[in-house]
Nanobody, 122 residues
Framework: QVQLVESGGGLVMAGGSLRLSCAVS????????MGWYRQAPGKERELVAT???????NYADSVKGRFAISRDNAKKTAYLQMNSLKPDDTAVYYC????????????????WGEGTLVTVSS
């Protein structure tokens, strides 16, 4: 079974930092683009950051300069370093990964973690 497990969420004061991890497990041929999304109470899920297998990154305007996405391909893990956190960053953060499960697959399929809660207090 394929699993994406997020960790690192918790309670942090405004201005503080937090580092999220997303570990991929299971029989995976290739991990393509990975990303972090978040959903605040009563709001729609939004993209936070993405990173390709080659390390190219993209960020939502709201987190540019504060967040950094990275990945360790050997560990099959993606990270989201969150600095200068604001109360508006409070949300459940979800990890996404586009995965190839077969050597003969033509394209990957998106998989999601169950989310980790980040709460930023003022």
């Amino acid at each position: 079974q394929v699993q994406l497990v997020e960790s690192g969420g918790g309670l942090v004061m405004a201005g503080g930092s937090l580092r999220l991890s997303c570990a991929v497990s299971g029989s995976i041929v290739r991990i393509n683009t990975m990303g972090w999304y978040r959903q605040a109470p009563g709001k729609e899920r939004e993209l936070v950051a993405t990173i390709t297998s080659g390390g190219s990154t993209n960020y939502a305007d709201s987190v540019k300069g504060r967040f950094a996405i990275s990945r360790d391909n050997a560990k099959k893990t993606a990270y989201l370093q969150m600095n200068s956190l604001k109360p508006d960053d409070t949300a459940v953060y979800y990890c996404n990964a586009n995965l190839l499960l077969s050597r003969w697959s033509t394209r990957g399929i998106d998989y999601w973690g169950e989310g980790t809660l980040v709460t930023v207090s003022s």
